[in-house]
C-alpha cells in the first residue's frame, strides 16, 4: 500500500508535466527560406560585320570614272578604273585619248596609259577609300612630235563617294619626263565622276 501511495503522486507528476507538454503551444512552422532568384535575362548581341561606318561604306571594290573637265573643255577622253585595296588604298589605271581639239594647246599627248597607286587618308567623316588622297603614278605617253615618253609623278585630291557608290573627285599632280623629251613637266588636273560596283 505505501508503494501504491508513493508511486501515485509521482504517476501524476508525470502525467501533468506531460500534459503541459502537450498544452506548450506549437510554434508555428518556419516556412522555408528560398531566395526569389528572378529569371536571368539573357541579353542577345548580334554580331554584325558592318558597324554604322561599314553601313554607309559603298559596297564594291572597282570603280570606273571619267575625266569630266577634260572631255568638256578640250573633247579629250580621260578614264579612269581603279581597284579598292582596303579602306586606304587602291591602285588603279588610267587612259587618256587626245580629241583632237586644238583649242588652247593644252596638251601635246596623243595617247597615255598612267598606272597609279593611292593612299586615302581618312577622318571619322571620311573613310572607305575616300576623302583626301595622295597618288603616285607613271604614265607612257605618246607624243605629237616624238615617240613614246615615260614620266613619274604625284597627285594630290580629294574624292567624296555616297552611299549608292557615286563618287566625285578633284586631284591636281605633277610629273617629269625621265625620257629625253623636249617636254620636262606634264601637269594633270580634273574633275572626275564615276561609279564604284
Request: net charge negative; hydrophobic share 40%.
Amino acid at each position: 500500500m505505501k508503494r501504491i501511495l508513493f508511486f501515485t503522486p509521482i504517476f501524476f507528476m508525470l502525467a501533468s508535466v506531460n500534459a503541459q507538454e502537450q498544452e506548450v503551444p506549437a510554434v508555428p512552422e518556419v516556412p522555408a527560406i528560398y531566395e526569389d532568384k528572378e529569371e536571368e535575362k539573357v541579353i542577345k548581341v548580334e554580331v554584325v560585320n558592318n558597324s554604322s561606318l561599314d553601313a554607309a561604306y559603298p559596297k564594291g571594290e572597282n570603280e570606273l570614272r571619267v575625266n569630266a573637265l577634260s572631255f568638256l573643255t578640250v573633247s579629250d577622253i580621260n578614264i579612269f578604273y581603279e581597284r579598292i585595296l582596303n579602306r586606304s588604298s587602291s591602285f588603279g589605271l588610267s587612259m587618256f585619248i587626245n580629241g583632237g581639239d586644238d583649242v588652247g594647246d593644252i596638251t601635246d599627248r596623243k595617247f597615255a596609259i598612267n598606272p597609279y597607286y593611292r593612299f586615302y587618308f581618312y577622318n571619322s567623316k571620311e573613310y572607305g577609300a575616300r576623302g583626301f588622297f595622295v597618288e603616285g603614278f607613271s604614265s607612257f605617253a605618246s607624243l605629237e612630235s616624238e615617240s613614246l615618253q615615260v614620266s613619274l609623278g604625284m597627285s594630290i585630291g580629294q574624292k567624296w563617294v555616297n552611299t549608292n557608290g557615286f563618287s566625285f573627285e578633284l586631284f591636281l599632280g605633277l610629273s617629269r619626263y625621265i625620257t629625253g623629251s623636249d617636254n620636262e613637266l606634264y601637269v594633270p588636273v580634273g574633275i572626275a565622276i564615276g561609279k564604284r560596283f
